[in-house]
T-cell receptor, first 110, second 114 residues
Framework: GEDVEQSLFLSVREGDSSVINCTYT??????LYWYKQEPGAGLQLLTY?????DMKQDQRLTVLLNKKDKHLSLRIADTQTGDSAIYFC??????????FGAGTTVTVRA | GAVVSQHPSRVICKSGTSVKIECRSL??????MFWYRQFPKQSLMLMAT?????????EQGVEKDKFLINHASLTLSTLTVTSAHPEDSSFYIC??????????FGPGTRLTVL
């Protein structure tokens, strides 16, 4: 499968911004996704971006895509304790298959 | 958004027995369903792709005789772990798509094989 890499851990203070980074290798990716997983639960789609876009903003979430460098980031503004979770980036193409990164565990401290 | 359910949410079984996990799309017809396996603190690994009415397509390294997948209708896919062993203990997650951009994920099934 294709490689999707992301840092494993991020600790952030409540109220600060969180930035989670991801790199991928498949240049034919059509969509790039960010999912959130809380303990013992399935995945919740947070946002996604088409590969021909540079940025997408959705309330507290901002996704930046650098297609040349195959770099994706997710910024969470005003991070709250409820944002503590594992965040997965994933890349997909037209066959609907997704390749996931290993997940970034975000810990929000008071 | 669309809802995907899984049943059971947790199952404990003895080594050598078979376990069936159901994945249902509750409010849409899923042309394709996917089965993933997730080990603790690791990513989701795609096991197989299931299309309604046809045989599942398994990823490399996944034993099709051990992980039986049936996609009998547009709202139901089942994964049967046959002759389960402790190394099969894992978190199994399904997802479903109606052929649009988004896959909708189930809440997962925690399988523990004693």
């Amino acid at each position: 499968g294709e490689d999707v890499e992301q840092s494993l851990f991020l600790s952030v203070r409540e109220g600060d911004s969180s930035v989670i980074n991801c790199t991928y290798t498949d240049s034919s990716s059509t969509y790039l996704y960010w999912y959130k997983q809380e303990p013992g639960a399935g995945l919740q789609l947070l946002t996604y971006i088409f590969s021909n876009m540079d940025m997408k903003q959705d309330q507290r979430l901002t996704v930046l895509l650098n297609k040349k460098d195959k770099h994706l980031s997710l910024r969470i503004a005003d991070t709250q304790t409820g944002d503590s979770a594992i965040y997965f980036c994933a890349e997909g193409s037209n066959d609907y298959k997704l390749s996931f990164g290993a997940g970034t565990t975000v810990t929000v401290r008071a | 958004g669309a809802v995907v359910s899984q049943h059971p949410s947790r199952v404990i079984c003895k080594s050598g027995t078979s376990v069936k996990i159901e994945c249902r799309s509750l409010d849409f017809q899923a042309t394709t369903m996917f089965w993933y396996r997730q080990f603790p603190k690791q990513s989701l690994m795609l096991m197989a792709t299931s299309n309604e009415g046809s045989k599942a397509t398994y990823e490399q390294g996944v034993e099709k005789d051990k992980f039986l997948i049936n996609h009998a209708s547009l709202t139901l896919s089942t994964l049967t772990v046959t002759s389960a062993h402790p190394e099969d203990s894992s978190f199994y997650i399904c997802s479903a798509t109606a052929g649009f951009d988004e896959q909708f994920f189930g809440p997962g099934t925690r399988l523990t094989v004693l």
